[in-house]
């Protein structure tokens, strides 16, 4: 047998802080905060429904003053003299666009490491003195890494230089392995909470006019908010770490109900550990196997409240997967019109994007329904991440002068 | 014999528009402007002589803010709060480095996406939903793809998004397969017209004096502008899409004549369905395969008022063409110092590049002979994208106070 | 045997600019001068003590401006006019990012091209015309390359398009081939010139205060500034050619004195030319192969005021080298807390970074010891490198109003 190879430098880091990754979330997360704001963003925990208000509010805040030349004209004056890094070890189109335009919508300069063969890494150099780099010459690093809890661990280097006297800057966490997305998961509630504050038409497909609802369509118990509702998700509940972290975002807002639609097979359904989490908090969880199983005594597609679609993520299969796989019915788990059709007129579909043309889980006739809402969430996320940008940051958008935005 | 492979989404949506491609460009056209703007730059088709003209005024107007920090500064408050996706998934350094300076003479923050490999297209994202998602983050998209119609399909899909209430931006084609590659034509008709004007002697071989031009040098009946000029076009007459671009803009122009220089080859010569297109608009066509060959009894080299010279695009061969191609003397497609010697003293050479080294059209000594312009034209080509970009957006470039350039 | 290749345009670029390379430096220098400041930035030898200390003079004001919000503003309104082109053909992060961030603390817009194989050079380009075109859209070139003195041919392309009154712009080099790294020397430079100015106890191990340092710690002749010390380099004396421009800018401050610490082995002591140069300026060179061999008569690590550790560069070893360097005792080379806590309590230990955790020529411990100097190092790079660019653009540093900056 050969011995074992020697801890590299690399192994060693990460080692360091294996007994702070281990504690659970809530000791965690205080130190990830300062002067009352969050100063790194690693994980969905760290979210209170309070936070999100407040981000919420000031992602409205945001895309109203966008929609005005002097209201931009003060956005990008908030930061022009910040330069943010994204580094993007793991491949990414989407979330990696929507920070960079996020940074832009307040002025900040991007610069961005994607390819770690082109990097000193192949030089010899440590993942963290790569960070260390980093935060000499940038303000803010965001940072997306196949590694798991990378992210969290560049943030106690961070907290640990800044305790030594030396220079730290901010973490945000844009995906660290199956782990955790936790903006992914804001951009989500965002969406959520446009849909359910039946104000604007284009964000709540029920035309917005919540007495309307109540009175003529028959949702008389209809309310505002992300309380008290039934939430769908379905396709691949085990790897979408974008479920997992809305799940337990949700899990914080009283008298919710969680339902999972997805084949019985190891790979797809929902880890014990999630279940575990969510029924520790109380909520109501319900797994089933197809839009059609019933809850309270109705097929599920149209109970819920809001869909959360999901892709298939083939390209986390283990080996062996492909077969058992193969044999599951999958046409069970594809939306179609007939089944949009019957879903609750306000009832908003998501999905983190991108879907799947291949696999087909939402039907592109589907995009011209007005529950169709996974357009509008991608543009959501933007505009959250600019609010998330500007929290971290200490950017004051609350202060521009009245009568900046379009409608303030 | 295998059955063929099912349609992906991806064929779908670019089915969906067949019947709107086939159209001819007249009634395609109107549908690419608004507001009395182009909205969408597809085809060189919609580049008409007096928006030629607008446009060139424009990019003169740039050019000379350009000059003073005053009037760079004036420029780059035009639109520092716009962002431009610019997504090049053909190879491409020139054309997508001079859209980057455009935007950023005019303050335009730029984003790029240029390796497919690394898109969310790998996870099974259709090209419209990725096109979408750049229309989410970004308000304009310059587009090089290798897919012949992709951009004008682009195109509908965003006025298609319009008339739903969706969100739409313009798209900008910088060169969509053999097809179309409309801002370079623009830079070529900018580049003539900056020499045709007599003004500058840097634009201007003949030391721009059109007076000495007439009396000294025998031209008795040259005029300003681009009509009634000898137009040569030598090399790659087929597969050169600027050529047939420049060419069918030239076509607008009264009286002008094309002459185009090139071996008797069916992957070089000019294909059928140019010439029919020009001669249908009156336009006198001369196939002549030397310089040597006559036009109005005397050689073509010291006939023609402006010379524009390709690369032999080698890298779109087809099998068997290497044989038949090697066959050919090309030394008679190469110019060179006598050649140029013998150029009309005011007649300015143009090449779209990258020339080519190897093959050697324009070998290096000629570039010090005033007659030279392939310099100044990649340079031209800044300034007018600038004023496309500018047109495209509203930006009112004229509403520089007096005296902020140089010479205003 | 076969005929030698036929050469080809790009070959004969860089000949024509033969009998230019050859002389001596003195002669060239002049020629990247204009205006009294550096034009173009190609070799270290550029660099007098009188430039260094007016350039970290700007680089100290760069920083004051920093801690400021208006200061920050007042820089980034130096250049926002400003394009630059980052054209980086030889892989480098740390050198690249540090310019990117160097140009954003000024308002330079950054564009880069760094891939070749995605550039017009594919289709036959010569590099000149690549830079030509750079030179079309930009305003300021900084390159890195392979090839050993293309900065220099391209300084000098740009003046002979300027004496022909084309267009032309500076060039800076960010490191050509084993050749020249000047900008590297200049933040090696500065970071020593922060060290023994003995003002920041965090830029001066010993606390920063000279008196105490010459009362209580018996440094009694200890005096500031770079003249009268001894300084030593360890590691890959040979190939590093941050050693090499480092050793020849160190030789202009009198009564210098340059340890070089390397296994005796071809590919890693000290090169016959520099060691000839060295001493023509009268330096005192001293050749170790190993901490503890004695000058003076005590140890080198006891005697020296700064070190200079480098990571042995593998990826330069030549056919046949493995065998001979794996017999070398490379453990004499790497440092170690107990070396550290032998050296002068004010000597700053610098790396030109990356270093290598495999080999580990500065284990992690000690990069809490306040003479880890080389973090700081980095970021000294940045402000360096945008006092270079201030310099070379006349961008006025120093007329920042009183006030803006911290502790202006």
């Known amino acids: 047998m050969e011995p074992p190879a020697p801890l590299t430098q690399d192994d060693r880091d990460l080692l360091h802080y294996e007994t702070r990754l281990t504690r659970p979330v809530a000791a965690k997360a205080a ?5 009352g704001r969050l100063r790194h963003v690693i994980f969905s925990g760290q979210l209170s429904p309070h936070l999100l208000d407040a981000l919420a509010g000031t992602a409205d805040r945001i895309r109203l003053l966008s929609q005005t030349r002097a209201g931009q004209d003060f956005l990008i004056g908030l930061a022009p003299h910040k330069r943010a890094m994204l580094y993007f070890t793991q491949p990414s189109t989407r979330t990696f666009l929507s920070f960079m335009a996020a940074c832009q919508i307040l002025g900040i300069t991007c610069n961005e490491v994607r390819d770690p063969s082109t990097s000193s890494e192949t030089k010899g150099e440590t993942r963290f003195d790569s960070i260390r780099m980093f935060s000499s010459y940038f303000d803010l690093i965001i940072m997306r890494s196949p590694i798991a ?43 959520l909470q446009r849909t359910f504050n039946f104000e604007n038409p284009k964000d709540s497909p029920g035309a917005g006019k919540l007495e309307e ?45 969680l339902v999972f639609i997805t084949p019985d097979h190891p790979r797809l359904r929902m880890r014990d550990d999630l279940r575990d989490r ?40 283990e080996p062996g997967d492909a077969e058992s796989l193969a044999a599951i019915d999958f046409s069970q788990y594809r939306l179609s019109m007939a089944l949009v059709s ?19 889980e939402i039907p592109h006739e589907i995009d011209n329904d007005p529950r169709a809402m996974y ?34």
């Open 375 to 408: 357009f509008r969430q991608a543009r959501n996320g933007m505009w959250i991440r600019a609010a998330l940008l500007a929290h971290v940051l200490g950017l004051d958008v609350a202060a521009a002068p009245p009568g900046l935005g379009a409608r303030i």
């Open 149 to 191: 809890r990378l992210a969290e661990c560049c943030a106690y280097l961070m907290n640990d230089l800044e305790a030594s006297g030396s220079r730290s800057v901010p973490i945000i966490n844009a995906g660290s392995g199956a782990d955790e997305h936790p903006t992914q998961a804001l951009l989500d509630i965002y969406t």
């Open 31 to 35: 130190e990830f905060c300062a002067d």
């Open 342 to 360: 019957r879903m609750k007129r306000y009832a908003p579909i998501l999905h983190p994007f991108p879907r799947d043309q291949h696999f087909g």
């Open 278 to 317: 969510l029924r520790e908090r109380g909520v109501a969880v319900v797994e089933l196997d197809s839009f059609e199983a019933a809850i309270d005594g109705r097929p599920a597609i149209e109970q819920i409240d809001a869909l959360y679609m999901t892709r298939v993520q083939k390209e986390h299969n």
């Open 213 to 257: 609802l109540r009175k003529q369509h028959g949702f008389e118990g209809l309310e505002r908010g992300l309380a008290g509702k039934t939430y769908g998700f379905c396709g691949d509940i085990c790897r979408g770490r974008t479920v997992r972290s809305l799940a337990m975002l949700l899990a914080a807002y009283p008298g919710v109900r």
